[in-house]
T-cell receptor, first 113, second 112 residues
Framework: GESVGLHLPTLSVQEGDNSIINCAYS??????FIWYKQESGKGPQFIID?????DKRQGQRVTVLLNKTVKHLSLQIAATQPGDSAVYFC????????????FGTGTRLLVSP | DGGITQSPKYLFRKEGQNVTLSCEQN?????MYWYRQDPGQGLRLIYY???????QKGDIAEGYSVSREKKESFPLTVTSAQKNPTAFYLC???????????FGSGTRLTVV
């Protein structure tokens, strides 16, 4: 079903560690997935995306993995920095002929120096 | 620079008043969206518009209204029928097909 507001899980890491944020998506027909980063009091910002015909995509310090068998998406952040502290949302595009993203509940990442 | 602009950044409303939140984009995107975000929670869809002069209700449309008279603009009115309007409101836009949304910086609405 569609995502609804729930209290956020939190991942706490040390600076320099690698972080892995996980997301379970809902619809096997989804063809496009995006990770967003939201800092406090700001709008979400695009981080990285992946299409359903791929299982891995790399960006600068970030990697997204897609496992369609179990409908699971993950975001890996290498050498996590204090500036990475934010809430991270995954989103799936359920292709109805119109782009309408469904957002996950979000994970708060806290990076301590 | 192309982008999406929300105004005002902060808005205070007295109980019983209607208020309108502005959202303007110069990205030439066809679709626009309004989301509500409560503290520590995810995004909930209020209304969306695929094209000028057309819009559809999202998951929590009660107490809200929108218009889409111009491609660039998608204002949201929070009416007095919305019983718990205090929240962070986000506007977004997207092109046809996939490509993700571009979000505005949000409007924080507080009822006083």
């Amino acid at each position: 079903g569609e995502s609804v507001g729930l209290h956020l899980p939190t991942l706490s890491v040390q600076e320099g560690d690698n972080s892995i944020i996980n997301c379970a998506y809902s619809n096997s027909a989804s063809d496009y997935f995006i990770w967003y980063k939201q800092e406090s009091g700001k709008g979400p910002q695009f981080i990285i995306d992946i299409r359903s015909n791929m299982d891995k995509r790399q960006g600068q310090r970030v990697t997204v993995l897609l496992n369609k068998t179990v409908k699971h998406l993950s975001l890996q952040i290498a050498a996590t920095q204090p500036g990475d502290s934010a809430v991270y949302f995954c989103a799936e595009n359920i292709n109805t002929g119109f782009q309408k993203l469904v957002f996950g509940t979000g994970t708060r990442l806290l990076v301590s120096p | 620079d192309g982008g999406i602009t929300q105004s005002p950044k902060y808005l205070f409303r007295k109980e019983g008043q209607n208020v309108t939140l502005s959202c303007e984009q110069n990205l030439n995107h066809d679709a626009m969206y309004w989301y509500r975000q409560d503290p520590g929670q995810g995004l909930r869809l209020i209304y969306y518009s695929q094209i000028v002069n057309d819009f559809q209700k999202g998951d929590i449309a009660e107490g809200y209204s929108v218009s889409r008279e111009k491609k660039e603009s998608f204002p949201l009115t929070v009416t007095s029928a919305q019983k718990n309007p205090t929240a962070f409101y986000l506007c977004a836009s997207s092109p046809k097909g996939t490509g993700g949304y571009t979000f505005g910086s949000g409007t924080r609405l507080t009822v006083v």
